[in-house]
């Protein structure tokens, strides 16, 4: 399977305790995007990235939430200090930036965190 | 901001009736993008609109996007049950704004 994957799909945990998600994108993909989805909500924007640069990140997001992309291949989100109000899906996506108009994002299968 | 805002929230219609949801953007898009999402999926790339005026055909899905590029419209002609899902426009300026979505469920 050549699609996006996450990792974990699940995460319950404590209120306080940190987390961290992992995304591989498509392997030939150099933007990667991370985004938090709510029920009945669209895909909220993160952040996203050009290879290993962090090229964008919403003012939504809070000091609690980095992420990374050491080497321009998978990505990590953490949050530290995981509060309720942070249980939500979150969704990882990749595309290839080939200099034009197309962007088309392939979104992985998400990872859902409950914060009890 | 750019904020994308999408209408109808949901739509209930009988098979074979016909299904349109709006995408309007606060700002003027480069592109705007359509995303399919079934229920407990993820979102699916079904089409991207990047010209003034653009309408592209999908089978029995239509496509445009407006001539200021500021808003757009998916239309279904003759549902089916499988056409169930949550169809998400998305808009890109600099970053890609999701709208919330048209829920759209199917009477067989």
């Known amino acids: 399977d050549t699609g996006v994957s996450q990792n974990p799909r699940h995460k319950i945990t404590k209120r306080g305790q940190n987390v961290t998600f992992r995304c591989d994108p498509i392997s030939e993909h150099n933007r990667l995007y991370w985004y938090r989805q709510t029920l009945g909500q669209g895909p909220e924007f993160l952040t996203y990235f050009q290879n290993e640069a962090q090229l964008e990140k919403s003012r939504l997001l809070s000091d609690r939430f980095s992420a990374e992309r050491p080497k321009g291949s998978f990505s990590t989100l953490e949050i530290q200090r995981t509060e309720q109000g942070d249980s939500a899906m979150y969704l990882c996506a990749s595309s290839l930036d080939a200099g034009g108009h197309t962007d088309t994002q392939y979104f992985g299968p998400g990872t859902r965190l409950t914060v009890l | 901001g750019q904020q994308v805002m999408q209408i109808p929230q949901y739509q209930h219609v009988q098979e074979g009736e016909d299904f349109t949801t709006y995408c309007n953007s606060s700002t003027t898009l480069s592109n705007i993008q359509w995303y399919k999402q079934r229920p407990g999926g993820h979102p699916v790339f079904l089409i991207q609109l990047v010209k003034s005026g653009e309408v592209k055909k999908q089978k029995r899905l239509t496509f445009q996007f407006g001539e200021a590029k500021k808003n757009s419209s998916l239309h279904i002609t003759a549902t089916q049950t499988t056409d169930v899902g949550t169809y998400f426009c998305?808009?890109?300026?600099?970053?890609?704004?999701f709208g919330a979505g048209t829920r759209l469920t199917v009477k067989p």
């Open positions: 998305a808009g890109s300026l600099n970053d890609m704004r």
